[in-house]
């Protein structure tokens, strides 16, 4: 789990670089459904040792959107979406700066706390926790959801249903132990998890909901670096990020030799994802295959016939610069970089920003920081 962070001031180490570009990638690598579900999602990261990158950083994503930002170097909560800008006054964002401030050194002490657990010293390690809930605004059901994460593996998780956590890694045991005993906290939390999140979420969306529930189709496209390549069928540019692509033989769906890539951002507010197939070209032409798309925007799903008219070739393939590139619009526009590899498989959304629930092992205990309904 590696950190968040906006702007470089002055270029980071290219390993660490790279990593953390590898680490943005899996940020937004959420799954494709078509649920009318709407997420609020926080997270928050802690760092040591990071070449130039801010050891404190708090993103928020609505629907997967990056709507607010705060970073330890500024000290400030900013909007990342005109909607949110035009919809709050300076008295949210002042307090909201406030709350944060006070995480900071929480988050660092929980990194030192980490380590010593770990009986590690110096070297770049990273504490980060996601947080928060999903609605759906057609059924009503709603969901939540808080991890903690620390240097790319597991570290602890809230079973809602018990208002107990899970700690994967016996370093972990002491915070479980701790907090499984506080009763006041659990009756806490759960209150904010179940109501007050999502109250915040329905606001957000009521703030940007010609944004957030717009509709944009994808632009479906067949690529091959050489004939005995695996064939690529790319859709970009698409919006809402949830979306199908399949591989069908003959009318039929493929689940072998097919490698699906993770929905990805593409820095403009929209969204591509890639899926592979694997075939040797004798198989191809003798068979009808084809890449189907699957998306909110369309009427009817876009077929596109594996031909060779239908294929862009790519003999030089896809550079690592190419990629970086990509992110590095990303990046610029949502101002955050981290790591959040551990959290691949937990695809909800996550909590309200103004909470405090790093309660450090050396800290005292902290009261959620909500915002006033």
């Not at 494709?32 to 130039?52: D, K, R, W």
């Not at 990020?241 to 072998?256: F, L, P």
């Not at 594996?306 to 550079?319: H, M, V, Y």
Request: overall charge neutral.
């Amino acid at each position: 789990m590696e950190g968040l962070i906006p702007c470089f001031r002055n270029p980071p180490d290219p390993t660490i670089m790279r990593k953390v570009v590898f680490f943005t990638l899996i940020l937004f690598c959420t799954d494709s459904t078509f649920a009318v579900s709407h997420s609020l999602q926080y997270v928050y990261s802690g760092t040591s040792e990071i070449p130039n990158l801010p050891e404190f950083v708090v993103i928020g994503l609505v629907d997967g959107e990056p709507f607010v930002h705060y970073d330890s170097n500024s000290h400030k909560m900013t909007p990342r979406q005109e909607w949110m800008a035009r919809s709050e006054g300076p008295d949210y964002w002042n307090k909201e700066s406030q709350n944060l401030h006070g995480e900071e050194s929480l988050f660092k002490n929980n990194v030192d706390v980490a380590k010593k657990r770990f009986n590690q010293t110096g070297g770049i390690h990273t504490f980060q926790r996601m947080y928060g809930c999903e609605w759906d605004d057609e059924t009503g059901a709603t969901g939540a959801h808080e991890q903690f994460g620390y240097d790319g593996s597991d570290f602890l998780a809230l079973d809602l249903k018990t208002m107990t956590y899970v700690a994967p890694v016996m370093q972990a045991a002491p915070t479980k132990q701790k907090w499984d005993r506080d009763n006041t906290r659990k009756d806490r939390y759960k209150r904010y998890f179940t109501q007050e999140c999502i109250e915040w979420l329905k606001k957000y969306v009521s703030y940007g909901k010609s944004t957030l529930e717009r509709t944009v189709r994808p632009e479906v496209s067949m690529l091959q670096k050489d004939p005995s390549s695996p064939v690529t069928c790319r859709a970009t540019g698409f919006f809402p990020k949830g979306i199908v692509v399949t591989w069908r033989k003959d009318g039929v769906d493929m689940h072998s030799d097919v490698e699906v890539g993770e929905t990805l951002p593409n820095g403009d507010g929209t969204f591509q994802i890639t899926s592979k197939l694997t075939v040797k070209p004798e198989d191809w032409k003798m068979n009808s295959y084809s890449c189907v798309v699957q998306h909110k925007s369309l009427q009817d799903d876009i077929a596109v016939l594996l031909e060779e008219k239908n294929i862009r070739t790519n003999q030089g393939g896809i550079s690592w610069g190419i990629i970086v590139g990509c992110v590095a619009a990303a990046l610029a526009l949502v101002a955050v970089v981290t790591g959040v590899v551990l959290w691949r498989r937990s695809r909800t959304g996550y909590g309200k920003a103004g909470t405090s629930y790093t309660d450090s092992e050396n800290s005292s205990q902290q009261q959620p920081k909500v915002h006033p309904p």
